[in-house]
């Protein structure tokens, strides 16, 4: 990248411009950051010998636990996430 793409991607940046990135060259840690604030995801799981689901950030963080699919759903969508379910 040169200075005339820094600049162009500064003042996008700016203007609320969504950047174009090319994402064969992403960072190790810049593609383990990705979908980490929007997307959540649910897994089934055993809380005290009882069935519970499990709520995990994109990267794996655990960020809490629900008795029901539906209300782990409805706590990722409160929070403007996309939910997604792992078996």
Known sequence: MNSTDD??????????????????????????????SQIAYVRPVLVDGNAAFAIHAADGTPMAVAGDCDV????????????????
Request: net charge negative; proline share 4%.
């Open 7 to 36: 600049q162009q991607t500064n003042d996008q940046a700016r203007h609320g411009t969504p950047t174009l990135v090319d994402i064969r060259h992403l960072s190790v840690e810049q593609l383990q950051a990705l979908g980490v």
């Open 72 to 87: 782990a759903f409805a706590a990722i969508r409160q929070h403007e996430m996309m939910p997604t379910l792992v078996h």
